[in-house]
């Protein structure tokens, strides 16, 4: 029978969470989705001969597994590499005033793009926030057994499919892009030694 181990993390201190962040945003900048620039695009068309379809140029789905599990952590809020956390970080410690202008930015675009990533959308009467529906797609269709959700997807109908699939990449594809952007920013700020955290 196999035995469940439990290991309990030690609580990091902000620069480790810091360097932390910047070491998992190379990760995620070397993963092959990412090296090969794919960038979602949603294509509706209709004729006499196919009738009405809705078409979503989809990535690698092997490629799309592996950078989900790298991904998921910067969306997580209990993992110390959450987003909003290293902001809240990055506003306490780093010096540079400039630099700081430009985090206030890249995180309202942050705010912006987990409510209405590419477009607002309503499916069945409910607003599709992206943050959510981007969670269930992670978290219950890619990277556990959530049946129920896994149901629930395979079973649309293939254009309302290629609209949510098409709202959850684009989710993805400019978090990804924010995440890469504060990775960069943190990777400058701590080499140019303008993070300061009193002891």
Same mark, same amino acid.
């Given at each position: !029978?196999?035995?469940?181990? =439990? *290991?309990? $993390?030690?609580?990091?201190? #902000? ?23 794919? $960038?979602? $695009?949603?294509?509706? /068309? ?5 009738? %009405?379809?809705?078409?979503? &140029? ?8 592996? %950078?989900?599990? +790298?991904?998921?952590?910067?969306? !997580?809020? /209990?993992?110390?590499?959450?987003? +909003? ?10 010096? +540079?005033?400039?630099? *700081? ?10 705010? *912006? ?8 959308? =309503? ?6 926030? #992206?943050?959510?529906? $981007? ?9 556990? &057994? ?23 990449? /684009? ?6 892009? &924010? ?6 920013? =943190? &990777? ?8 300061? =955290?009193?002891?």
């Amino acid at each position: !029978m196999a035995r469940k181990v =439990i *290991r309990k $993390s030690t609580p990091l201190g #902000p620069i480790q969470q810091i360097e932390l962040f910047r070491y998992r945003a190379t990760r995620l900048w070397e993963q092959p989705l990412v090296q090969a620039e794919y $960038s979602p $695009s949603l294509k509706i /068309q209709s004729d006499q001969t196919a009738g %009405f379809r809705v078409l979503v &140029n989809e990535p690698d789905e092997t490629q799309l597994k592996a %950078f989900l599990v +790298d991904f998921r952590p910067f969306i !997580m809020e /209990q993992e110390p590499i959450y987003l +909003d956390k290293i902001y809240n970080l990055c506003h306490q410690y780093v010096t +540079d005033e400039h630099l *700081r202008a430009e985090l206030v930015e890249a995180r309202a675009d942050w705010a *912006r793009m987990q409510k209405a990533a590419a477009m607002r959308l =309503i499916w069945n009467g409910v607003e599709q926030v #992206p943050e959510a529906l $981007s969670d269930r797609w992670v978290q219950g269709y890619y990277l556990h &057994n959530d049946w129920e959700t896994i149901q629930r997807f395979d079973a649309l109908p293939p254009h309302e499919r290629a609209v949510l699939r098409y709202h959850f990449l /684009q989710f993805v594809f400019q978090a990804t892009h &924010n995440i890469l952007w504060v990775g960069s920013a =943190i &990777n400058y700020a701590l080499h140019a030694g303008l993070v300061t =955290i009193p002891k």
